[in-house]
T-cell receptor
């Protein structure tokens, strides 16, 4: 059974810092991995999709890497801004999408 | 493309009533997933459907919950005889196919409150 964990559970940083969010999964037999953002009381916004054959994906200030053999993915956010404050979720696609519990990020002005 | 549409956005039901949650996938998508998010918790998988077929319902409670995705119309998640513990946000996602190379797109969710 696929299990996904994320660390840290919460993170508070001053504006402008670069930061790394971590995601780990137990079964490396995955199709792809997605990173999402969720604002309080809102739905999920897809940030990045990494296929199992890929090592990383970039979109603007976001960079996600995938090491399938070790069951790890990281989301790197450069030059963080207060608007980045949200919960970040990683989801591993096997038969269905299995979500981690999320990292709650707060970027202070 | 209007994206994944869920309605209603908010639903209030009294204990014992039925709740029907609807999900219209993105145009061209034939795969639908339902998830439940309890307050301050992560998203838990409930069911995966293709048109007219349930592919995986391993996350569905055995009683009171059912889901369908008919040939025409939206996918429906039905909760019979709701209890307070059913209060949660219910999200659906759609994808074009089950090949695994595809991205999932989520709706804004339906927030169910049982009073």
């Amino acid at each position: 059974k696929q299990e996904v964990t994320q660390i840290p559970a919460a993170l508070s940083v001053p504006e402008g810092e670069n930061l790394v969010l971590n995601c780990s999964f137990t079964d490396s037999a995955i199709y792809n991995l997605q990173w999402f953002r969720q604002d309080p009381g809102k739905g999920l916004t897809s940030l990045l999709l990494i296929q199992s054959s890929q090592r990383e994906q970039t979109s603007g200030r976001l960079n996600a890497s995938l090491d399938k053999s070790s069951g790890r993915s990281t989301l790197y956010i450069a030059a963080s801004q207060p608007g980045d404050s949200a919960t970040y979720l990683c989801a591993v696609h096997s038969q269905n999408f299995v979500f981690g519990p999320g990292t709650r990020l707060s970027v202070l002005p | 493309n209007a994206g994944v549409m869920q309605n209603p956005r908010h639903l209030v039901r009294r204990r014992g009533q039925e709740a029907r949650l609807r999900c219209s996938p993105m145009k061209g998508h034939s795969h639908v997933y339902w998830y439940r998010q309890l307050p301050e918790e992560g998203l838990k998988f409930m069911v995966y459907l293709q048109k007219e077929n349930i592919i995986d319902e391993s996350g569905m409670p055995k009683e009171r919950f059912s889901a369908e995705f008919p040939k025409e119309g939206p996918s429906i998640l039905r909760i019979q005889q709701v209890v307070r513990g059913d209060s949660a946000a219910y999200f659906c996602a759609s994808s074009p196919g089950g090949s695994g190379l595809t991205e999932a797109f989520f709706g804004q969710g339906t927030r169910l409150t049982v009073v």
